[in-house]
């Protein structure tokens, strides 16, 4: 399978598209969908970034669309026309689902909400995947966004003073919401490149974020990973995340196991603290200066966290490394003041 965008020069708008292939590579059905042409309007720009298949053989696509768009021209031209709640630039976000022959079955369209009274609402979705018969979407939302398909309910989410963050929604085999939560920005900008799915049903994804984002999209629990302060250009520096979350039993709740441990106070200038998921014995501990010069520090262990006395060390930007016994390698990086 293969989706993504088609430009029309002779249309000037953007249409996405999904095409099918035999193992020899040779096209058993191909679908072009998107804008619905409007003198009224600018051109539109509709892509689909996704798409999965299930052990049926339904073929699962999610994108974005702007405007008015009709998701089944060619075969039921009206059946299937979606307009975006802003009715403005920004884009919403659709999830489909074609039989295995490429029928369109449903199409779910997910979006800004206008009862809302504020300004630059935006939500584009990028990753998805299959987790068992149901879907995970990753993708961005800034300022206010619907992430329930519903006519009759709502899954409003804020982004504070119009901020910019992730949100990983999912969605049963029909496109119908169930969960979702957000991974918010402190002050920087985060993007998701990817998920892939494990085999105990959670799921691993990547991306890369700037300045200081909390990674824990649990109330009133933390894990901020910041980006190097004392780099060129500090605003600007982007560094690769990685974790691991899953839905908890099927219900809103979140497991969260985040793929690097969490540095307090951060900048220090005496000791700070590194939390770490495991209680398996602690073999080594490893502290690099920005010349990759190694450094020796007293450290103080407890269960799930460990104290390293940093007032012996100079000024500067550190990187930390624990090892530990059960193969476990956990880094982070600290500023000295």
Known sequence: MLSGEYVDQSEVSIDAFVVKYSPTWNVVWQKRFGDVPNDDLPPSHDQATGVETDVEGNVYVN????????????VNPGKFVFTADTQAPSPDVFLMRY??????????AIGGDTTINQSNNDIESWSMKLLGSQVVMSG??????????AEDEQQITYMDEGGTGLFYAQYDSEGWYMHSFIVDTVVGVEECSNIAVLEDNSF???????????????????TILTTDPDGIAPNFNNDIWFARYGFSGGSSDVEVNISATV????????????????????????????????NVCPIRRETMSTTVTTSGLSRGVYT???QFADGTIYSSRFVRL
């Open 99 to 108: 039989t295995p022959g490429g029928d369109v079955q449903w199409v779910r």
């Open 320 to 322: 930390i490394v624990l």
């Open 204 to 222: 691993v994804t990547a991306g890369r974020f700037q300045r200081a984002v909390d990674f824990d999209p649990r109330p009133n629990s933390y």
């Open 263 to 294: 540095a307090f106070p951060n900048p220090s200038d005496r000791e700070i603290t590194i939390e770490h998921p495991t209680t398996a014995q602690l073999r080594e501990i490893l502290i690099y200066d920005s010349n990759g010069k190694q």
């Open 63 to 74: 994108g974005n669309f702007r405007w008015t768009a009709d998701f089944d021209p060619d």
């Open 140 to 149: 961005t939302i800034t300022g206010v966004a619907d992430l329930n398909p």
